[in-house]
């Protein structure tokens, strides 16, 4: 475990390779840089001799022995023959040359985080202010906010800060720490983004940060940097964590605490609305609800009945309240696993006029996607198996490395495997304030797919 240091990480500067022909990628401005793909040994501290020296005159020796990756991870952070979490590095492929310039995490398989592509660049406070300043307002290019609703202000690489995930429900952010590279500037970030939504007419009074479990292990958090980490939340921790929003035309409570993600799915938002639109008098099954964005909204569409079903007791709980906040009466909620929940449905016999599949990810990393693949196949062909001709499958798939070509292949398969045509009425991806970077494919990650069952 590697302890980070809150504050302002220091100003020394560090100098790493690629290894060969492993520089293409960050030619095109992808931001990930991993620990494989570069040549450790190569690893200098950027003093006035080595940055007065052409950096491009001597070619690295291709039999110099890397540095391994534990060295890296177990070294002291006050050694300075080793950068610590958070030093500024510039990046140079096998040659020389530089590419581009970021923030170093010795303990993660994630290296290094790139967020200038310009050597004239820095990366400073009023780098970081100037990002967040375009990125709360590159979400006013839409219209007025709703002060009272949600929405994603900072989307990490998508606004050049990756490493950075913020929400706003209502008055509160929801802060999301990805990279650990970004602990030490936290909270001059967190005060970035504060002064940035009050100018842009959505001012926020609570703040919580937080890294969830699986970062804190793949970026070598301690214990000790995470608790100074969440000590920067602003939320009463002995008060109900439970925050009100309006989405659209609802009121919705999301847990900040305990929920998933950054507290709801408001990349959802607008495919909630969509798909609702086609479930008036009809029998509606939602897979996978947490919250119940799809079903209320169905609910609220004049669906004849809502069948609500999520294996989280806790987000079933949240629902039911955002039921009855809503005085919507034609829902129920089960909970279950999705998979026996369609299998055993199959096996009393019943039927659904409409159903909606929106599963948690099923593809973490490229190694997982043909498993995630077959788990769509095979959680698709139980819905259908469900639905009469004509019937409406609302499919969705959070899974970045699962194409929406492969998306759409799947449901090929579950068609031929099944004997019925699927006709695509609407392929939709998240709310405009969910951007992507065309040079950062894994944040086109949401695929929603509206489909019509004959």
């Known amino acids: 475990m590697v302890t980070f240091n809150l504050m302002q990480s220091s100003s020394a500067r560090w100098?790493?390779?690629?290894?060969?022909?492993?520089?293409?990628?960050?030619?095109?401005?992808?931001?990930?840089?991993?620990?494989?793909?570069?040549?450790?040994?190569?690893?200098?501290?950027?003093?006035?001799?080595?940055?007065?020296?052409?950096?491009?005159?001597?070619?690295?020796?291709?039999?110099?022995?890397?540095?391994?990756?534990?060295?890296?991870?177990?070294?002291?952070?006050?050694?300075?023959?080793?950068?610590?979490?958070?030093?500024i590095i510039d990046l140079l492929d096998y040659d020389g040359n530089w590419i581009a310039r970021g923030?170093?995490?010795?303990?993660?398989?994630?290296?290094?985080?790139?967020?200038?592509?310009?050597?004239e660049e820095q990366i400073d406070d009023a780098t970081w202010a100037e990002r967040i300043e375009q990125a709360v307002a590159r979400r006013r290019l839409t219209g007025s906010p709703n002060p009272q609703g949600g929405e994603r202000l900072i989307f990490s690489e998508s606004d050049r800060m990756s490493g950075l995930i913020v929400d706003r429900y209502a008055d509160c952010l929801s802060v999301q720490i990805t990279g650990g590279a970004l602990i030490p500037r936290t909270e001059m970030l967190i005060r970035e983004v504060t002064a940035a939504a009050a100018r842009h007419q959505t001012p926020c009074q609570r703040v919580l940060v937080w890294m969830d479990d699986a970062t804190v292990k793949h970026e070598g958090v301690s214990e000790e940097t995470l608790a100074e980490l969440q000590s920067l939340t602003t939320l009463d921790s002995e008060a109900d964590s439970t925050v009100w929003y309006q989405h659209n035309g609802l009121e919705m409570a999301i847990d900040l605490q305990d929920g998933q993600k950054t507290g709801g799915y408001l990349d959802q938002q607008l495919n909630h609305a969509a798909a609702a639109s086609y479930m008036a008098d009809r029998r509606v099954l939602d897979i996978c609800t947490y919250t119940g964005g799809f079903a209320l909204a169905a609910a609220r569409a004049g669906a004849k009945e809502v069948v609500a079903v999520d294996s989280s007791e806790r987000?079933?709980?949240?629902?039911?309240?955002?039921?009855?906040?809503?005085?919507?009466?034609?829902?129920?909620?089960?909970?279950?696993?999705?998979?026996d929940d369609l299998k055993e449905r199959r096996e009393r016999g019943e039927q659904f006029d409409a159903i909606i599949l929106d599963p948690p990810r099923f593809a973490g990393s490229r190694n997982q996607t043909n498993a995630a693949l077959r788990a769509y196949t095979r959680l698709n062909a139980s819905a259908v198996d469900l639905l009469p001709p004509g019937g409406i499958l609302v499919t969705c798939s959070c899974s970045g490395r699962v194409s929406r070509a492969d998306f759409l292949n799947m449901l090929v398969d579950v068609g031929r495997k099944r004997g019925r045509d699927l006709i695509v009425l609407e392929s939709r991806g998240p709310s405009p304030d969910h951007?992507?970077?065309?040079?950062?494919?894994?944040?086109?990650?949401?695929?929603?797919?509206?489909?019509?069952v004959i």
Not at 103 to 119: T, V
Not at 315 to 339: M, P, S, Y
């Open 15 to 87: 100098q790493i390779r690629t290894r060969p022909n492993r520089h293409y990628p960050f030619l095109s401005r992808h931001p990930w840089v991993m620990a494989n793909a570069l040549a450790h040994a190569t690893l200098r501290e950027m003093t006035p001799e080595v940055e007065s020296d052409d950096s491009q005159s001597q070619p690295a020796d291709k039999n110099a022995a890397a540095e391994t990756d534990q060295q890296a991870a177990e070294s002291d952070p006050n050694d300075r023959q080793l950068p610590v979490c958070g030093d």
């Open 103 to 119: 923030l170093i995490n010795p303990a993660s398989r994630l290296r290094i985080r790139l967020y200038a592509f310009s050597s």
């Open 315 to 339: 987000a079933l709980d949240i629902a039911k309240r955002n039921a009855e906040r809503n005085q919507l009466t034609n829902v129920r909620f089960d909970q279950g696993d999705c998979f």
């Open 435 to 452: 951007v992507f970077a065309v040079s950062c494919p894994e944040s086109d990650y949401l695929k929603c797919i509206v489909v019509q």
